[in-house]
């Protein structure tokens, strides 16, 4: 039992925290590993259109070249613009 401000006791519960007793650990670890294993081979199922594979980078494109209307508008709206390149802030979104 805690005190409050008033002096009157409570009983110290908070209702995102409480004691489980192991029973109640193993049916939660059962629950977790039943929802993983549904939920990974549902992943298996979906149908890629890229091959995935780590350690690999990809191979680097040319890319393509804008007109100058197009790099006009985008200097219009960048907030710094220095030497022909937009400065910005790094991290100023956050």
Do not use: H, V, Y
């Not at 990809?58 to 220095?82: L, S, V």
Request: with cysteine; charged share 45%.
């Amino acid at each position: 039992m805690a005190k409050t401000k008033s002096g009157k006791k409570e009983e110290k519960e908070n209702f995102l925290f409480r004691e489980i007793s192991p029973e109640e650990k193993e049916e939660i670890k059962d629950q977790a590993k039943k929802l993983l294993e549904e939920f990974s081979s549902k992943l298996e199922k979906i149908k890629s259109r890229e091959k995935i594979s780590s350690g690999e980078t990809r191979e680097e494109g040319k890319g393509w070249e804008t007109g100058r209307e197009f790099r006009d508008i985008i200097f219009c709206n960048a907030p710094n613009i220095e030497d022909g390149f937009i400065i910005g802030e790094k991290g100023g979104w956050k």
